[in-house]
Structure formats: structure tokens, C-alpha cells
């Protein structure tokens, strides 16, 4: 399974994790994380992270969204990892801009952008390769972008001064490895909303007996679960040694689907409760909805397969892009 | 631990015997092949290149690998809609079943001959009274010196009419709870009082049949394990059952030939891709069964949500065929196949909504 790689490793980090999250109100967690060295997993030691690989960085994300805490820790660590700048209070955002263009060290565009309160620097996916651009910078302006989920924010450069970044890594690794911490986090969350609707099932009892007791419900819950595993699958397939060209992009939408169907039958089962405030279903479903369509949309990724599908033919479908 | 050069070995090998009876012009595909494309020269030439009781011990004619690598076999031979149906029972579940719990002269007398090849087993589950409720079959065993008389009717047998063998799941003891007195028989096809007589399906085809079983004797060795223990025993063959590529793959061959003649045509590129992704996903989870299976696991519920999603994926290949497919004789053709074939897919080895049952079960006990 995609989530336990080593099992001591996920168990410490549980514990971590429900040590913050327990904290009341999550507030301003990101600073604990980054204070814990957890800002910095995935990324080298020798490279100012924490050490660790990205199966380590999928346990945490995994445990973190399970635990319904929001921050910025896919930004920060996939930021990190592309441009070799550690993670502090502050980070580089990686942002898919495929069709910006960077003319003369300029770009000029609207992007969007998550956590930009905790963001100083862009690392842009452009057209012509991986840019950074400063957030605070001339040229470069902010507004609030309704969401739900993370923050996020319209940015709009106007010639704004962009660095390049030389590969490694490409903007197609740092896709494949968003797609990949997305996922994780989707199935964190989903594998959370799941559990938590069960216990609500198996506790909340109408006409006499459990609300498990119910046909409907029973359905429901077991089209959540069988969902549930293959977004599981598909991760852990995306996580191999030598997984191939569209494991990534399938995870992505194995997760997406599955968020869909997780987050509308958990409100479902959980009735008049499950929409309250102080419930903690809202985070997990809420992340659910906002994990679909982080970095590129659900839609762009199914397009971007389908197309890669019909241009390699049925045997690049077998080997390459299912496989 | 199966590594990743021994499933590719595998895979070549595959391809290489599909390749070669192509260029021969033995080489027949369709959809839903499992089923219905019987060709025992195939089954034959399967045997003949050791891929088949590909996990069993080497005594008998497997070659101890492990699910994992049938896994492999199988994706490439459904991949290409090759005709398996023969060979197809007795190695996916009657042979490991022989295996786990028969007795050493069944073994030896069964086990060589379906690696070979040779025989040829159907399924006697069903009854006109138990489908999905297979506990409450009817088809009795009673003692008799040197064996048992097995008297009943099974129904929707697949191949009755072809087959050496039947596997026949009966009832030994009528007097207690209806799951424990079931028992598990492997009867001769040309026995004194065994009839067949076919059921036609919508397709036109014939692979259906119902199958009487008349004071049938069948000798003692050739009970499956114990008496009584039957149910616990087809409960872990399901597990076999539900859990592999078949359940994926039937309308791989019509997807195959959409995405060929798709070219420029990038309308449908968001909806081909959903359907990638979740063929993806599902062949990842038909590796994960594998990878329990070979651990000694029983995934009972991850085979059933593989074969849940699996067949609606099945289903969903033929709906999008209809709006992407170009319009000609073949991809008609396949279509067709395939939309006379799709009722049964969601219903035969566990109907998705007993399916749906087993997995929630399982999440609610665990919760």
C-alpha cells in the first residue's frame, strides 16, 4: 500500500502530526512545521533539507491531511526541491504557467497562486522552461482569488523580472512530482472522511438502529471505500521504482475522482451534522474539493493524457500510459 | 517477490506465441475471449511454452512463479483478445484449489492434466434456485461404498458442452446451517448420468448450459478437501475469481481499436484520458491482489472492489467506443461483440451489488 513504507516511520509521524493538530484552532501551524525540520523532508540534507525521500515526503503529506491540517507543505517542499533553497516561514510556490512566456528575462501574465501570504518567490512552469519571479517585487500584484481549501491569490506580472532556472529539474518532473503529493494528500483526506463517515454510521442511529443498518448506506459506503482503494493503487503504482510515463498523471486522477465521489457521499451520509462548523468533516472535504484542480486543473491533466493516448497508439497505452 | 525482468520474460513470451499464430492465420481476438473463444490448439500451444499453472510446483507441470507473473501472462493474452476460454477455469481456480486442498492422488491425477492442457473444467455453481445466494445450491452428494451419487441441476455453466470436467459444488448435509454442509467434487463430464443441454444468449452464442447430474457416482478421491468444508473453500476460490485482469480487460480489444483510429481527432482527448487513468489505476489493483495473493493473503474485498470498478470500466469502453469510434465494419463490429457480451459482465462471479455488500461489511466491521 502507497502510505506505509515503513510503518515506524508513518507511526512517528502520526504522532507528530496529532500532536499539532490537537492544538486547538490550527492557526498559523506552517511555522511549527517548519520549526519541526518538517518543512525540509524529501529535499537533502546537503541541500538544506531535512533528508528523506519522496515516499517519506508522501507518508507525511498523507498524515497531515488525514488529520485535516491545511498548509503549505506540498508548495514549500516542491519549491525547495526544484530550485535548492530550503523552506523557512517563507516559500517558493511552484505555479503551472504553461502559457506564459518569458521574453527577455520579462513575463507577463495572470497566474494563480496558493498560500501567497506565506509565498516570496514564484517558481513559474512557463513555456520556456522554469522561472522564478519575487513576489514582492515591481511589476508583480496580489488580490484575493475565492477558493476553498487553501488560500490563493491572483497574481498579475507585467513584465515582471524572471529568473531562469536550468533543469534538473524540468517543468515535467516538477509536474509529476505535484501530481504525485496531490494525490497523497487526496487519498490522506479521503481515507480520513471515510473513516470518520463510518464511525458516524456505525454511531448515529435513526428508525431504531445504526444508520449502517440501511441498504442505501450501505452502498454508499462500500462504492466509498472501493474508490478509496483504487486511488490507493494508483499511487502506489505512481511511487514505483520505474514507474512509467503517465503513472503520475493517473494517480492525479484516480485521486481527483475518487475526491469527488468521497466528499459528496460523506456529506451525504453525514446529514444536517456534517455541514457544521465545528464538525471536522468541512476540512477534509474542503481539501478534497481543492486537491482536484491544484496546480492544473483535472480537466487540462485528462486532456493532456487523452492526447498522449491517441498520439502513441495503443502500445504506448499498454507500456507507458496504463501500464 | 516477483521482480520485473521475470513478468517482462514472461510478457515476450506471450506476445512472441500470439505473434507467431497471427503470422500463421490460427490467431483469433475478440472481446470478452475468456468466455468465448474456446481454441484448444491455443490452450495446447500455452502448455507447450509452460504458461499455464504458471504458481504450481514444477511436478506438476507449473513453473512456481507467482501470482504476480500470471498477472502478467494473463494481462498480455486478454490484451489481445486471445482465445483462452479452454484452458482458462481450471488454471485460474479449480487447479489452486486442487492444490490448496485436495488429496495427492486427485492432484496428481487433475493438476498434470490442466497444465497439459488436457482437460477441460466448467463450473457447476449455479443453480436455478441459487445465484447469487450460491449457499442455498440444492445439488446433493450422499454416500455410497468407493464414493458418493451426486444428484441435481446446475445452470449458466459456461462450456459444459466442451468441457472433461465439471467442478460441483453440493450439498453433503441437509440437516444443519445451509453453509456448512456444502462440499466441493471434481465429476467426470462422460459419467453415467451426466446431460447437458445448451442455453443460447442474446449474442446468439452458445457457451451457457444447463447440466444435469442424474445418481452421478463420483469416486472418493475425487472430493476436494473435507466434507462440509466447501463453503470456506469456494469463498477463498472467489477470492481467485473476482481478483485478476478478466475482470478489467474484456473490451480492451474495442478500446484498443478506438484509440488507433482516433489520429487528429482530439474532442474526446478529456474523456479518453479519464478512461486511461482509471484502467491505470485498475491494473495497478489487480497487482495488489496479485502481490496479497502471493503473500498468502485472502483479499477478499479488494477483489471485489476490483471487479465492482472493473466492470463498469468494461461497460463505460463501450459507451465512449459509441462516441469516439470511427465509423467502420470493424469497430461495428467490436462494438456489437462487446454490447451483446456487457449484461453479464457486473453480474457473473458476484453481482456488483453483493459485491458492494462484501466491501462495505469489511469497512464497517473495521470500523
Redesign the interface.
Known amino acids: 500500500m502507497a502510505d506505509t513504507r515503513s510503518s515506524e516511520f508513518a507511526d512517528e509521524l502520526r504522532a507528530v502530526v496529532q500532536d499539532i493538530s490537537s492544538r486547538g484552532d490550527a492557526g498559523d501551524v506552517w511555522p511549527t512545521l517548519v520549526e519541526l525540520g518538517l518543512a525540509g523532508v524529501g529535499v537533502d540534507e546537503d541541500a538544506g533539507g531535512s533528508g528523506g525521500d519522496l515516499v517519506d515526503l508522501v507518508t507525511l503529506v498523507g498524515e497531515l491531511a488525514a488529520a485535516g491540517v491545511s498548509s503549505p507543505i506540498i508548495e514549500a517542499s516542491v519549491g525547495a526541491w526544484t530550485t535548492g533553497r530550503p523552506a523557512g516561514d517563507r516559500i517558493a510556490s511552484p505555479v503551472d504557467a504553461g502559457d506564459v512566456s518569458v521574453v527577455d528575462g520579462r513575463v507577463t501574465g495572470e497566474v494563480l497562486v496558493r498560500w501567497p501570504e506565506v509565498s516570496e518567490t514564484l517558481v513559474l512552469l512557463t513555456r520556456d522552461g522554469i522561472a522564478t519571479v519575487a513576489l514582492e517585487g515591481p511589476n508583480v500584484s496580489t488580490s484575493p482569488w475565492p477558493t476553498v481549501g487553501a488560500p490563493m491569490g491572483l497574481v498579475r506580472l507585467t513584465g515582471a523580472a524572471a529568473s531562469p532556472l536550468p533543469a534538473p529539474p524540468t517543468s515535467d518532473q516538477v509536474r509529476e512530482r505535484l501530481a504525485i503529493l496531490r494525490s497523497a494528500a487526496s487519498v490522506g483526506a479521503g481515507r480520513a472522511a471515510v473513516a470518520r463517515t463510518i464511525d458516524y454510521a456505525l454511531a448515529r442511529e435513526q428508525f431504531g438502529a445504526p444508520l449502517a443498518a440501511i441498504p442505501a448506506v450501505v452502498s454508499a459506503i462500500g462504492m466509498m471505500r472501493a474508490q478509496l482503494d483504487l486511488a490507493d493503487a494508483a499511487l502506489a503504482g505512481a511511487l514505483r521504482e520505474d514507474a512509467p510515463r503517465g503513472a503520475a498523471m493517473a494517480a492525479r486522477l484516480s485521486a481527483a475522482a475518487m475526491a469527488t465521489a468521497v466528499a459528496r457521499t460523506a456529506h451525504q451520509l453525514h446529514g444536517a451534522m456534517g455541514v457544521a462548523q465545528e464538525y471536522p468533516l468541512h476540512p477534509l472535504t474542503t481539501a478534497l474539493w481543492d486537491l482536484r484542480d491544484a496546480d492544473e486543473r483535472e480537466a487540462q491533466i485528462a486532456r493532456r493524457l487523452g492526447a498522449a493516448a491517441r498520439a502513441g497508439g495503443e502500445s504506448a497505452v499498454w507500456e507507458h500510459l496504463s501500464a | 517477490m516477483t521482480d520485473?525482468s521475470t513478468q517482462t520474460q514472461y510478457r515476450e513470451r506471450v506476445r512472441s506465441l500470439i505473434a507467431e499464430r497471427r503470422a500463421a492465420g490460427t490467431f483469433s481476438s475478440r472481446p470478452d475471449s475468456w468466455l468465448r473463444s474456446f481454441d484448444l490448439g491455443f490452450s495446447a500451444a500455452m502448455a507447450e511454452r509452460g504458461l499455464l499453472g504458471l504458481s504450481w510446483p514444477r511436478r506438476f507441470g507449473g513453473a512456481e512463479q507467482g501470482a504476480v507473473t500470471r498477472l502478467a501472462v494473463t494481462e498480455e493474452l486478454l490484451?489481445a483478445g486471445a482465445p483462452v476460454a479452454a484452458h482458462w477455469i481450471g488454471d485460474r481456480q479449480i487447479g489452486p484449489s486442487i492444490l490448496r486442498h485436495g488429496n495427492p492422488q486427485l492432484q496428481e491425477e487433475i493438476l498434470p492434466g490442466i497444465t497439459s492442457a488436457r482437460l477441460v473444467f466448467c463450473l457447476g455453481m449455479s443453480e436455478p434456485d441459487a445465484g447469487s445466494d450460491l449457499a442455498a445450491v440444492t445439488t446433493a452428494a450422499h454416500r455410497v461404498g468407493g464414493g458418493w451419487r451426486l444428484t441435481g441441476r446446475k445452470i449458466w455453466t459456461s462450456n459444459a458442452h466442451l468441457a472433461t470436467h465439471a467442478y460441483v459444488l453440493a450439498r453433503t448435509d441437509a440437516t444443519g446451517r445451509k453453509h456448512e454442509g456444502l462440499s466441493e467434487f471434481v465429476v467426470d463430464m462422460d459419467a453415467d448420468g451426466v446431460a447437458v443441454s445448451p442455453i443460447v444468449d442474446m449474442s446468439g452464442e452458445h457457451h451457457f448450459n444447463e447440466v444435469t447430474f442424474e445418481d452421478v457416482f463420483v469416486p472418493e478421491h475425487r472430493l476436494i478437501g473435507e466434507v462440509g468444508n466447501g463453503w470456506r473453500q469456494v469463498v477463498e476460490q472467489l477470492s481467485f475469481e473476482r481478483g485478476g485482469p478478466e475482470r478489467v480487460l474484456t473490451t480492451y480489444p474495442l478500446?484498443?481499436a478506438v484509440?488507433?483510429g482516433?489520429?487528429g481527432?482530439?474532442r474526446?482527448?478529456?474523456?479518453?484520458?479519464?478512461l486511461?487513468?482509471?484502467?491505470?489505476?485498475?491494473?495497478?489493483?489487480a497487482?495488489?491482489v496479485a502481490e496479497r495473493i502471493d503473500r498468502g493473503e485472502s483479499p477478499v474485498?479488494?477483489a471485489?472492489?476490483l471487479k465492482?470498478?472493473g466492470t463498469t470500466f468494461e461497460v463505460d469502453v463501450i459507451e465512449f467506443a459509441r462516441r469516439a469510434g470511427t465509423p467502420d465494419p470493424q469497430t461495428a463490429q467490436l462494438v456489437s461483440q462487446s454490447l451483446l457480451a456487457s449484461p453479464g459482465f457486473s453480474i457473473r462471479g458476484g453481482s456488483s451489488?453483493v459485491?458492494?455488500?462484501?466491501?462495505?461489511?469489511?469497512?464497517?466491521r473495521r470500523?
Open positions: 520485473a490484451r478500446l484498443a484509440v488507433e482516433l489520429a481527432d482530439d474526446h482527448d478529456a474523456e479518453l484520458g479519464g486511461i487513468a482509471r484502467l491505470a489505476a485498475l491494473r495497478r489493483l497487482y495488489a474485498e479488494q471485489a472492489a465492482m470498478l451489488e459485491l458492494l455488500g462484501i466491501i462495505a461489511k469489511g469497512a464497517l470500523g
